[in-house]
């Protein structure tokens, strides 16, 4: 069985300042992790995601995530925030060979940035 | 290339009608998949559909159905519609099936289904 559980339903930072989306896992089996943004009114959008590579992944707009086995965790970091940051980002695991592409999505977690 | 498109955007209903929503994936992608989005129960998945085969269900009633033509463009049908129901049902592409070389999702602006 797969879950993510995203350990803050909504975070607030400046304009400027760093951020910090946490995301912890549960997998059976290896797991390949994504973070996803989504913006009002719109589709879910690919920041970036982990495979079986680096554990340290860098996503489209100055974002990154690592990958701790050992903690079962798969943050989402970005140095500065800037205003058009503000979205819903879900974490989401999928098991890393499958028949299947299912996706299990985190509850989500609102960011606020703050002029 | 056009992006995974969804119609149509905004869809009200009332309770006991059945509705049809449309996706049309990525042009090359053979793999669709559906998620329902709700605020209390967030993004579930809902099937998934390859070279117009089911490939994998989520845990919906029955009322839940979907196809896949020719082309890879897939369709979702709720009948009896419950006031519950009332989501924004995402659609997703992928070129392959499965998790086949990193087989990355993308996702189409959905639907936004109001059941009264």
């Known amino acids: 069985a797969q879950s993510v559980t995203q350990l803050d339903s909504h975070v607030s930072v400046s304009e400027g300042t760093p951020v910090l989306l946490r995301c912890n896992y549960s997998?059976?089996?290896?797991?390949?992790l994504f973070w996803y943004v989504q913006h009002p009114n719109k589709g879910l959008q690919l920041l970036l995601k982990?495979?079986?590579?680096?554990?340290l992944v860098k996503g489209i707009n100055g974002f990154e995530a690592e990958f701790k086995k050992s903690e079962t965790s798969f943050h989402l970091t970005k140095p500065s925030a800037h205003m058009s940051d503000a979205a819903e980002y879900f974490c989401?695991?999928?098991?890393?060979?499958?028949?299947?592409?299912?996706?299990?999505f985190g509850q989500g977690t609102t960011l606020q940035v703050k002029p | 290339k056009a992006g995974v498109t969804q119609t149509p955007r905004y869809l009200i209903k009332t309770r006991g009608q059945q509705v049809t929503l449309s996706c049309s994936p990525i042009?090359?992608?053979?793999?669709v998949s559906w998620y329902q989005q709700t605020p209390g129960q967030g993004l579930q998945f809902l099937f998934e559909?390859?070279?117009?085969?089911?490939?994998n269900k989520g845990n919906f009633p029955g009322r839940f159905s979907g196809r896949q033509f020719s082309n890879s463009r897939s369709e979702m049908n709720v009948s009896t519609l419950e006031l519950g129901d009332s989501a924004l049902y995402l659609c997703?592409?992928?070129?392959?099936?499965?998790?086949?070389?990193?087989?990355?999702?993308?996702f189409g602006p959905g639907t936004r289904l109001t059941v009264l």
């Open positions: 997703a592409s992928s070129l392959n099936r499965g998790t086949v070389n990193g087989n990355e999702q993308f």
């Open positions: 997998s059976s089996y290896s797991p390949s």
């Open positions: 982990y495979t079986s590579a680096a554990t």
């Open positions: 989401v695991v999928r098991r890393r060979s499958s028949n299947t592409g299912k996706l299990i």
């Open positions: 042009s090359g992608h053979r793999s």
């Open positions: 559909y390859f070279s117009e085969t089911q490939r």
